[in-house]
Nanobody
């Protein structure tokens, strides 16, 4: 599956953005999907994930309550709605696909094996 993330930009703290990740190729609903981010000089961070059906989600504590992951399998798209953005959310955001069988949780972060190009999110204070 090929993945393409979009929707990033420059916003002020407290603003919202919605990232999209469109998949092409094999059946999108066969994959669990995840979002990751990476800031300069930092390791890649697992933001969260959603099951193939959309019924199960996980969020890393730093974004829980502010970010929401959803998917529309009919549109081959997964979304990351980001509210109340903070300067520390500044990063390149990546979507990733993994096997549909994975258990959605912290342990899922190492199971994603198909990555898209990232989209830059910059939050100014």
């Amino acid at each position: 599956v090929q993945l393409q993330a979009s929707g990033g930009g420059l916003v002020q703290a407290g603003s919202s953005l919605r990232l999209s990740c469109v998949a092409s190729g094999r059946t999108f609903s066969s994959y669990a999907m995840g979002w990751f981010r990476q800031s300069p000089g930092k390791e890649r961070e697992f933001v969260g994930a959603i099951s193939w059906s959309g019924t199960s989600t996980y969020y890393t504590p730093s974004v829980k309550g502010r970010f929401t992951i959803s998917r529309d399998n009919a549109k081959n798209t997964v979304y990351l709605q980001m509210n109340n953005l903070k300067p520390e959310d500044t990063a390149v955001y990546y979507c990733a696909a993994g096997p549909w069988q994975m258990t959605i949780g912290w342990g899922a972060r190492n199971q994603f094996n198909n990555w898209g190009q990232g989209t830059q999110v910059t939050v100014s204070s």
